[in-house]
Structures are given as C-alpha cells and as structure tokens.
C-alpha cells in the first residue's frame, strides 16, 4: 500500500473512532510532531499515523475491557495477606436521593476479540511492503 | 492485506466492539469506562502492591452495608465515609492510615487567607491520609494519586498535576517523605513541605517524555500500562 492507501485507511478509522465516542483518539493534533529548531508542526507521515492511531484504539480499549478488571482483582488478591475484595463496582448517581446505581465493574465488556484483531490489523500494516494498492479503483484513490 | 482488506478489518473490529458494549446495555456505564473508572481500580491495585512491597501491612475494610466483596468506586469526588470500603494501613503504637478513592481534600490555598468559593477544595483518585472524616486538609494527606486514561498524553495533563500539587505542599528542601518514614524501605525523597508524595498514573508511554520537570516537584510519574 501506499501513501494513499493509508490516508483512505486512516480517514475510515477516524470516521469510526467518532462514531463510538473516541473522538479524541481521532483527533489530528495527536499524530503531529514539532521541529524543535524550527518549531514548526507536521503530521506524521500516513502509516506512522495509521499506526500510531492504532495504538492509541488498542488503549482506549484496554481502558474498557473486562480483563483489565479481573487483573485488578488478581493483583490486590495477590499483594493482600487476608481478605480482599472479589470485584470491583461503580457507584453513580441517580435521580432519586441516597440510592446511587450501582455496576459491576466485573461486568465490563469482554473486548479480547476486538483487541486480537485490532493487535492483526496492525502487525500485517506495520509489516506492509509499501507497494501501492492493486483495489484502490474500488475505492476511487 | 491491501487496503479494502484493512477497511474491511477496521470495520470488523468496530462490529465486535460494539457487540461487546451492547452486553452492558447502559450507556452511563459505557461512558464511565471510557472515562477511565475500570483504569482507576488497576492503578489502586498498583498502590495497594506498591504499598505492601514497602513493608506496610495493608487490610482491606469492606464496607459497611451493602456488598462485603466489593471495592466501589463512585462516580465523582467527594468526602471521606469510613461506613465505604476501604484499606487500613497498620503502622505501629496502633496508628493507622487509610487508603481511599475519590476525594476532595482542602487545599493549601484556604489556609492562606479567605477561600470560600469553588477553588477550595481538589479532587484526588487515590489517597493515603489520617484523616477520617469528611474532607481532609492537605496536610492530612499522604500520599496523593491521579489516574489519567487517555489514549493520548498531552502537556495539559502535567500543568494540571502541577496545579494539584501546588495545592498539597510547598516546594520545600527535600526531605523524607512523611509515609516512607513509616516504612522500613525504601526511603523516598520529596522536595515538599508538607512531605506529601504524589503519583501521576497514565496509560500512554508518551508521558514519560514529561518526567523530568514534575519529579522537581515531587510528583512521581508511572506508565501503569493495563
């Protein structure tokens, strides 16, 4: 694939980051690098910025995923001598006064699936020989 | 892969994240996830470990009413309830020291002169404090930490560590920290008056590009990567 390529790639990932309220990991001025004697600012060029914005998905996801729950449990499980706790809640607030919702942390979404394929996707571009596109037609680039 | 397998790929990847958080059905607990309440229970892991590997001995107190087994957390700041649950740290002649989550503490400002508006108070994710009730003053505090889940680390973040940290001490010759003189090792050295200690927590590795400034003030940095 080519510069082009990339950018088709990296415009679609942003319109689907948006769509899921990750607009900040979309945001442009993130894959952006200043020239410490010129101060001037560039973007990265196309696939470090595909694959940085990758990186940063695979983070927002880690932020969301269930495991990060039960690792939680099992580290403080493990550094505790007695008791400790078996999950972790969230407690927000509701309309009615002195009964907060309460959520189970432990049941976050299970994103292993997400995150394998994310993890996939960005080993066979990071591999990617540069070569252009032979389907960009399909795609008007 | 060329790139309509790529589009196809990101396209697949988004279908199953959005099956995945469809489970859930609450779109406030969604939000409250990506707004890095699930990252905070890694990092008081983190603490709780760090704490113990520092020779404290450290109890969990379930809370009060509700459920015995579980840790909560809520979802904005606010005082200290020992009726929530919580940590105990044992320290010798019966004294103790509590660890807790979302607090808002006094600041160093109010003792200052007259603050009575909303810059008194500042919100902490983790804390190490005495105190036992309602909010504690900065002095009472311990050990301070704030969790930053954002995929992207930016400047911004340190300015405002900074700022809470100008709220716990003064920029102080450096000294032992106030709880590493509690622990046997090892000892950690604060240029902070009150001797307070204060991590910042962050998932991006980009934040260790920030190290070195903050750590003048004593705020410790911690790529804590789930």
């Known amino acids: ?141 | 892969m060329d790139r309509n397998g790529a589009i196809m790929a990101i396209d697949l990847i988004f279908q199953a994240y959005g099956y995945a958080v469809m489970a859930p059905a609450d779109v406030s607990f969604i939000e409250a996830l990506q707004s890095g309440k699930l990252y905070e229970a890694y990092v008081l892991s983190n603490v709780v470990a760090d704490l113990v590997d520092r020779g404290f001995n450290v109890t969990f107190q379930p809370a009060a009413v509700g459920a015995p087994a579980a840790f909560a957390f809520k979802g904005g700041a606010g005082i200290i309830d020992l009726n929530d649950a919580h940590f105990v740290i044992n320290l010798p002649r019966s004294q103790t020291l509590r660890l807790l989550v979302d607090i808002e503490f006094d600041g160093l400002g109010s003792t200052r002169g007259t603050v009575a508006d909303y810059s008194l108070r500042h919100e902490l994710d983790i804390v190490v404090t005495e105190a036992t009730a309602g909010y504690p003053a900065h002095h009472e505090i311990f050990l301070g930490v704030e969790c930053k889940a954002v995929a992207n680390f930016e400047k911004s973040i340190v300015k405002e560590v900074l700022g809470v940290r100008r709220e716990m001490s003064l920029l102080a010759s450096r000294r032992r920290s106030r709880l590493s003189k509690l622990s046997l090792v090892p000892p950690v050295i604060v240029p902070a008056s009150p001797a307070s200690e204060m991590w910042l927590a962050y998932i991006d590795d980009r934040g260790d590009d920030y190290m070195d400034s903050p750590r003048q003030f004593g705020i410790e940095l911690r790529n804590l990567v789930p």
């Open chain 1, 1 to 141: 694939m080519d510069d082009g390529d990339y950018r088709a790639i990296l415009e679609t990932l942003r319109l689907r980051l948006q769509s899921v309220g990750a607009v900040d990991v979309a945001r442009e001025r993130h894959y952006q690098r200043r020239n410490p004697e010129t101060g001037e600012l560039t973007l990265l060029p196309p696939k470090e910025q595909l694959l940085a914005m990758l990186d940063a998905f695979d983070r927002f996801l880690s932020i969301q995923d269930r495991a990060l729950h039960d690792k939680s449990v099992r580290l403080i499980s493990e550094a505790l001598e007695g008791d400790a706790p078996e999950r972790f809640d969230l407690l927000l607030p509701s309309d009615r006064a002195g009964e907060p919702r309460r959520f189970s942390l432990a049941k976050a979404p299970d994103l292993e699936e997400a995150r394998l394929m994310l993890r996939k996707l960005r080993g066979s571009i990071r591999d990617d020989d540069g070569e252009p596109s032979s389907s960009r037609g399909r795609h008007g680039g």
